[in-house]
């Protein structure tokens, strides 16, 4: 199986954008990577892109060039980009490609999510009746992760609070002005325990990856990336998930945990060698339960990581370290191409304002969506 | 005034002693609400009707603070909406259910507290018909019924 490297990277920025459309941030996040990687786009040999209100990103290339490649269409709720990214990958381990392109576009509306729960296999009443709705799905896991595992409000305030100071330091983020623990947990309840500002928002967005071969990344470029594993993982009898009329009687591992394992085997790694993550912060409590999850605390230590401030730019186990969903909101085609933009960056020494000290060589992204879907990515210099 | 379930099939009214309405697998025992036409855990298509439970324990809980976008069916606008409470009660070692709670005031609600199943107004509709649906309420203290 060959190896596969990360060559170039771009970014549309993530907000909201009037009248321009999806496809065309796409093309330009498309374009920003291929410049990155030195390639040109008739270089590029097969495509995936992701979107959920795009029916067919792979109108794309009606602005990048009608080269003919074999470009496929991906959606796997917020584990999109995730999935976009592993087809691209595993294209090139098979040996029938060298270059690669996964890109993710989308346009939301402002507000919560909605959709016919019967495409999600609930009942029509479901939605009728006002459970269809994801941040009421989180507001339930976060409440009873913090009773059985002492995590208080304010550390809730906290994730929150630190997305949007690294949001301020990124020029691609939707929300630019730090608030304060305070003002977090004083805002507007939305799902108990979760408020307002602690929620991320459907936005606008696009983000592109070039990869290629590992053994061939050096003709491009001189500090090529290298993608170490890339897992994606479904629930199963037991996880209770997002979209559900029930849950088995008792609970078994959530699909991140189970996606995490694997990658981290994939990779022959583990969460003390990781120097830099990306994790699915929905909601605040997304990003303390995800830690945990993804192996790099015990459950209930995130209460004391936080009032450290482990989890910042210049702690020992940094998160989210370009605002994350909260600071970028969720393009969800998209977002994990952003996360495995800010990674590449971060790995490069690129990442100007938010760059983490020391030299990090390994970087960790992971990404978790409805109905129960998981996708993890490992990557180091 | 007329009274009619927002969704028939899916718990048994009217009753005084109301239940929702699941299924069990005979292949694997797996319990799942509603009524499924396949086994989420085996995959059998021979899932039979199974009421659950009308008690349970709230296993974690949340509250809806906002009108949800269509397709909510309350009737209800910003002006007039009113928070409702949403659980996964734990009933027995059967299965854990999504459902209304009758409490929205998070002070008033705890893990592990009893809940009983209740069939309760969701929604009065323009001929004045009530449209009614399931919910779970606190159990008032031991023995109450």
Redesign the interface.
Known sequence: MEDVAIIGVGLHPFGRFGAKSAIEMAADATRAACADAGVKWTDVQVAFGGSYTVDNPDAVIGQLGLTGIPFMDVYNGCATAATALQLAADSIRSGKYDIAVAVGMDKHDAGAFTADPVAYSAPAWYGEMGYFLTTKFFGMKINRYMHDHGISHETLGRVAAKAFRNGALNPNAFRRKPVSVDDIVGSRMLNYPLTQYMFCAPDEGAAATVLCRADVASRYTSNPVYLRATTLRTRTYGAHEVHSTWAAPTQVDAPTVVASRAAYEDAGLGPSDVDVVQLQDTDAGAEIIHMAENGFCADGEQEKLLAEGATEIGGSLPVNTDGGLIANGEPVGASGLRQIHELVLQLRGQAGDRQVPGNPRVGYSQLYGAPGTAGVSILSV | MTQVA??PD?FTWPSDAPQLV?GRCPSCA?????LPSAC??CGSTDVERHLLPRRGTL????????L???????GETPDTFRP?G???V?????????A?LTESD?RLLD?GMEVELAIVP?RTDDDGTEVM?YAFTPVQGPGSE
């Open positions: 927002f969704a899916v699941g797996a319990v799942a609400f509603p989420s855990r296993y974690t809980w949340t509250t809806q603070d906002f949800p976008k269509e397709p909510y069916a309350s409702y949403v659980g996964l734990q009933l027995g070692d059967e299965v854990r259910v999504e209304r998070p893990f969701f649906t």
